[in-house]
């Protein structure tokens, strides 16, 4: 029997966990461990356990398809191409814009990218971190200098002590909820601050509920504490911050008895974890969606950084500063550029000598050096009639982005609107035109893991009929523009793979042979001699003076808050058995493990409202309604209600606020929006 196993990586989320699949008869029939790889150590989730089985359904898309009179029919290539290039050129090039896909391999997004700033003209590219991590990023950035996760997955274990808030580990990112449990069972204290009773806060030593959007005053009123009762790290805060005066005036206003108030947590618990955090020697932050999702997202990852400086927790094991990405390769969407502000390696497009830097090594002519729009700009922007043209490669925005009606308003309006995927997505069904992409298991290339591991993904199986690796798609149509060939002619992933070595200072070092290795390597990695830097800030923060940042931040709150009309709080999440929708709701093992979704509620809120548990309610908030099943546990806290985003007939993005969004980093407000639930009529 002619049965092989190919080592390569989850499709799913940031954890970036490495796995072997099995092709017999050139079918991708499971998945086996690879237990060599550091990462997860042969373990995996449900997710990764049945990530096959998607690759072979009947529903892949095959063949480019063409809307004609509201249906589509299949096309050749060659149709799609002559469409989409006349269609291309007709526009401004600030009219057009590009969703990249953060679950591509870091070659096709580096192609992406660039078809979009040298072919088309236009910096408006982004992708799915403007709406989970797009805060880590600038917030990070601003405090560290650089806006990544700051130790390794297996620095947990060092831990005395771990506080996650806003992190569900053990449902979002199980692989990394194991080494949590691994750090508690070694010793280390674990405090999880949440509004939901989680599976991971019930494995908790001490479980902290605060009200939701209240993290910015939660932290400050911790920081009092630590003040108050001597316990910063003088020396750290000396040698190694700046603005840290400032930071203790704003501080002072937070004492834990009016914070109390803001978040619902007692002061004398504030006072607790304060306390225990600042005198372990070694303590971890893990934060992920419940930080950032907010209108005041970078405020929050900021503070993070606020509160492990201000304890010295950096730049050793067992400590720092770990958010959570979300998709498989999300990090490396923001590496390789796909922003509307950065280049590769988070060069700013507005520096003018970065763009000339740029343009020598790419050799094209001068670029803009102005920003281009985020997707909800990008979004507004086509709802208005500004934005005429989207190309959209892997995301589902009907189902993942907030305000779906909105969403749809903008996607009708659109002039012409392409989409390059697997599957006929809720979004695809808009498109004038979808091109068959392949898969994950389909093509070579790296992706770039939450703790900056860049990973070899290798070909498992072809592609289904004629559909094609992203980058091939975007090189062709920048040769049919009339691109000069020597720009996108690729032999391999690998030959981009060196192309972004050229201009992502981070990868520089990052030779295939090394790559090999079931460990790889973390960026950044400058040279081929640097072993890679599991752990960043050891030494001196990324910032040109070495120097970490405080940011004073005063608390602000949800924009939308509950009234006598919405007197609830929504909150969406994720679970164990889904990613989004498009992939693990079409796997039927994840499928049939939950198959719809449901609206979680208080038991006392229930009870008030008259609400049992299994009950069919309406949800209602400023944008729309739904019908759902209600789930009455006491796991949430009273006046906040939660609903798992994966589900197109209840989607809690109908409910979720567009207009609510950070200044700093155009992230929407997913985690608070204000909503009413009643029971259904003849009930
Ligand atoms: Fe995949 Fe994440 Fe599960 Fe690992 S933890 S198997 S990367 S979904």
């Known amino acids: 029997m002619d049965i092989k196993y190919v080592p390569t990586i989850c499709p799913y989320c ?31 989730c449900p997710k990764g356990n049945f990530c096959y089985e998607i690759i072979h359904r009947d529903d892949r898309l095959t063949t480019p398809l063409i809307k004609e009179n509201g249906e589509f029919r299949e096309a050749t290539w060659d149709e799609a191409y002559d469409l989409i290039t006349s269609k291309l050129g007709a526009y401004d090039p600030k009219e057009i814009g590009f969703f990249c896909c953060a679950r591509s391999p870091n070659e096709n997004i580096y192609v992406n990218q660039k078809f979009a700033r040298i072919v088309i003209g236009t910096h408006n590219i982004d992708h799915c971190a403007r709406l989970c991590h797009g805060p880590t990023v600038a917030g990070l950035a601003a405090s560290f200098g650089s806006g990544a996760m700051t130790n390794s997955y297996a620095s947990f274990e060092d831990a005395d002590l771990i506080f996650s808030i806003g992190a569900n580990s053990l449902e979002a990112h199980p692989l990394v909820g194991r080494r949590l449990l691994r750090a508690k069972m070694n010793g280390a204290y674990f405090i999880v601050a949440d509004p939901r009773y989680t599976p991971t806060a019930k494995h908790a030593n001490q479980y902290v509920p605060f009200k939701t959007g209240t993290d910015v005053a939660l932290i400050n009123a911790m920081m009092n504490v630590i003040i108050s009762e001597g316990l910063e790290d003088k020396k750290f805060i000396e040698e190694r911050t700046k603005n840290y005066e400032k930071l203790k005036e704003v501080v002072a206003k937070y004492t834990p008895e009016k914070v109390e108030e803001i978040t619902q947590v007692p002061a004398e618990t504030i006072r607790d974890i ?163 992409a392949a898969c994950w298991a389909e093509q070579e290339g790296t992706f770039t893991n939450g703790e900056r591991r860049v990973q070899l993904i290798r070909k498992a199986v072809d592609a289904p009929g004629e559909s094609k690796v992203d980058w091939e798609i975007f090189c062709d149509l920048a040769k049919r523009m009339g691109a000069d060939p020597k720009m996108f002619t690729y032999e391999s992933a690998q030959d981009i793979f060196e192309e972004v070595r050229t201009v992502t200072p981070q990868y520089a070092g990052m030779n295939r042979e090394r790559l090999e290795r079931p460990e790889a390597l973390h960026w950044p990695c400058p040279s081929e001699d640097h072993p890679g830097t599991a752990m960043m800030h050891v030494e001196k923060f990324a910032h040109p003076d070495g120097l970490g940042i405080f940011m004073p931040l005063e608390e602000q709150g949800p924009m939308e808050t509950p009234d006598e009309e919405y007197p609830l709080i929504l909150t969406t999440t994720r679970l164990l058995f889904h990613y989004h929708a498009a992939m693990t709701r079409r796997a039927p093992t994840l499928d049939r493990e939950v198959p719809t979704g449901y609206v979680e509620i208080n038991t006392e809120d229930a009870a008030e409202l008259g609400i049992a548990n299994k009950e069919k309610v309406k949800v209602k908030s400023r944008r729309g309604e739904i019908e759902i099943t209600a789930r009455v546990t006491p796991d949430i806290m009273k006046g906040i209600v939660n609903i798992p985003m994966h589900f197109r007939e209840c989607s809690a993005n109908i409910l979720t606020n567009a207009a609510a969004i950070d200044p700093k980093s155009g992230m929407p407000e997913y985690k608070a929006c204000a909503v009413a639930i009643s029971k259904m009529e003849g009930s």
Request: with cysteine.
């Open 14 to 44: 940031g954890v970036g966990c490495g796995m072997n699949l099995v092709v017999k008869d050139k079918k991708v029939v499971g998945v086996e461990p690879w237990k060599r790889n550091p990462v997860n150590e042969g373990k995996l």
């Open 274 to 436: 304060a306390i225990k955090y600042a005198k372990a020697d070694k303590a971890a932050i893990v934060y992920s969606l419940g930080i950032t999702e907010h209108s005041h997202g970078v405020d929050n990852v900021m503070q993070t950084a606020n509160l492990a400086m201000l304890t010295g927790n950096i730049g050793r094991l067992g400590t720092g500063v770990n958010p959570l990405r979300g998709q498989n390769n999300v990090q490396g969407a923001c590496d390789m550029g796909a922003l509307p502000t950065d280049y590769p390696g988070y060069r700013k497009v507005v520096d003018k000598d970065i763009m000339e830097d740029i343009t020598c090594s790419w050799g094209c002519s001068d670029l803009k050096c102005e920003p281009g729009l985020k997707i909800p700009e990008m979004i507004d922007a086509a709802a208005k009639g500004d934005l005429k043209v989207l190309y959209v490669t892997g995301e589902d925005p009907v189902i993942s982005d907030p305000d779906t009606h909105h969403v749809e308003e903008a996607l009708n309006n659109l002039d012409f609107f392409v989409v390059q995927d697997i599957f006929m997505t809720d979004t695809a069904k808009f498109a004038d035109v979808v091109l068959p």
